[in-house]
């Protein structure tokens, strides 16, 4: 497998860990989250992957115009300068041939990149996401509405990348470090991608969170359903639930889901998804996780597992003693953040929870995160 890019000694920042050999990543990792976990309960050894190049489902990079040229890439590490490559070692090379054919199409349209400081120019970034049989959802982040020549950029990058099943204007009028602002145009197709994940399809949209290594990911949510031990009878909370991938691979499983997401676009990805898959036990609330689960206990639901999925910031101490008024038999905690979980799970400790066991899965090779499954108990 290569272990080298040309990109990386201009400090991309991307892949911190590729001159590392990926047996030593997998040795660091485990070390890091033995510190840190290890005085609760035992650390399984982090499950790593047999190819761990090419995984990343999604990619993000920014137009620059350099030497009166449009390029795009990624950004070096805190910097705004545009590290110009179509040739990325993490991303599924599907991704890297869409990137090329995007900048090829963009320069044929004379579109300009948008220049931050002057406030002029057309294209800010693109975000693209692939689904398992190599179908690819193109988004084109612009400041404003104003996109012209549109139809010409989809026709001719629909002839460079047939693979392209779809084509949307994403519009950020923002300074912000965001690359997604929240209106859209659909320019061609359906305005998603559908994936394959544990043998149910998901829809993703530009701005679905949805793990970005699907081997790996399908690993993490049999290995959180083993934990969990549903028997086809039980309720099921799925908190920060997403677009809900995690509850609707345990829906089967189970007697009732129930989803928790404060994101309305992802709670009406995660409805439409139980649709798609004829999963009619599970139902989908928008609201905020913390609040949704301190009212619920208030109302004294008693699930008998409770999935919590929380973003790298990790839950929130009223969300964690809620749950703890709930009672349900099982916690199965997943985390991407070994600092925020061993907070979470001390927390969790006090209140009278014993973390059974962790089981690590490397869902990102070649840079230092982590991700992390835990069994809570009583």
């Known amino acids: 497998m290569p272990n080298t890019c040309s990109n990386y000694d201009k400090k991309c920042g991307g892949c911190p860990l590729l001159t590392t050999p990926y047996r030593e990543q997998l040795a660091q990792?485990?070390?890091?989250?033995?510190?840190?976990?290890?005085?609760?309960?035992?650390?399984?050894?982090?499950?790593?992957?047999?190819?761990?190049?090419?995984y990343r489902n999604k990619a993000i990079a920014s137009f620059a115009t350099q030497r009166g040229r449009l390029v795009c890439g990624l950004y070096a590490e805190g910097t705004h300068r545009v590290l110009p490559g179509a040739d990325c070692l993490l991303q599924e090379?599907?991704?890297?041939?869409?990137?090329?054919?995007?900048?090829?199409a963009a320069r044929a349209c004379r579109w300009t990149a948008y220049d931050e400081d002057r406030g002029?120019?057309?294209?800010?970034?693109?975000?693209?996401?692939?689904?398992?049989?190599?179908?690819?959802?193109?988004?084109?982040?612009?400041?404003?509405?104003?996109?012209?020549?549109?139809k010409n950029f989809c026709a001719v990058l629909r002839k460079k990348a047939p693979w392209v099943v779809s084509i949307v204007q994403n519009i950020n009028p923002t300074q912000s470090s965001a690359v997604l602002g929240n209106r859209e145009k659909t320019l061609y197709g359906p305005g998603f991608v559908l994936d394959t994940l544990c043998g149910l399809q998901f829809a993703i949209s530009s701005r679905s969170f949805y793990q970005v290594n699907r081997t790996q990911t399908e690993v993490l949510y049999k290995k959180a359903l083993e934990l969990a031990r549903l028997t086809g009878r039980e309720t099921v909370i799925d908190a920060y639930c997403g677009i809900g991938t995690i509850g609707l691979c345990a829906a089967p499983h189970a007697g009732q889901v129930i989803g928790v997401e404060r994101n309305p676009a992802a709670v009406k990805d995660a409805a439409a998804n139980a649709r798609r898959n004829k999963i009619t036990n599970a139902r989908?609330?928008?609201?905020?996780a913390t609040e949704w689960m301190m009212a619920a206990a208030g109302e004294n639901l008693r699930p008998d597992v409770v999935f919590l999925d929380p973003p790298r910031a990790g839950s929130t101490p009223e969300?964690?003693?809620?749950?703890?008024?709930?009672?349900?038999?099982?916690?199965?905690?997943?985390?991407?953040?070994?600092?925020?979980?061993?907070?979470?799970?001390?927390?969790?400790?006090?209140?009278?929870?014993?973390?059974?066991?962790?089981?690590?899965?490397?869902?990102?090779?070649?840079?230092?995160?982590?991700?992390?499954?835990?069994?809570?108990?009583?």
Request: hydrophobic share 45%; aromatic share 6%.
């Open 284 to 288: 989908f609330v928008c609201a905020d």
């Open 29 to 54: 990792k485990q070390a890091r989250l033995q510190t840190l976990l290890g005085g609760f309960a035992p650390v399984r050894a982090v499950l790593g992957m047999k190819e761990p190049f090419h």
């Open 93 to 104: 090379e599907i991704l890297n041939r869409t990137l090329a054919a995007v900048v090829d």
């Open 319 to 378: 969300c964690i003693a809620a749950v703890n008024k709930m009672r349900p038999k099982r916690i199965v905690y997943v985390s991407c953040d070994p600092e925020t979980l061993a907070r979470d799970i001390a927390a969790f400790t006090r209140l009278g929870w014993h973390p059974a066991k962790f089981c690590p899965i490397d869902l990102f090779p070649q840079t230092k995160h982590v991700e992390t499954v835990c069994l809570l108990v009583l």
């Open 120 to 150: 002029t120019g057309l294209l800010r970034h693109t975000v693209l996401r692939a689904s398992v049989d190599g179908k690819v959802l193109v988004t084109l982040v612009t400041p404003g509405p104003e996109l012209p020549g549109s």
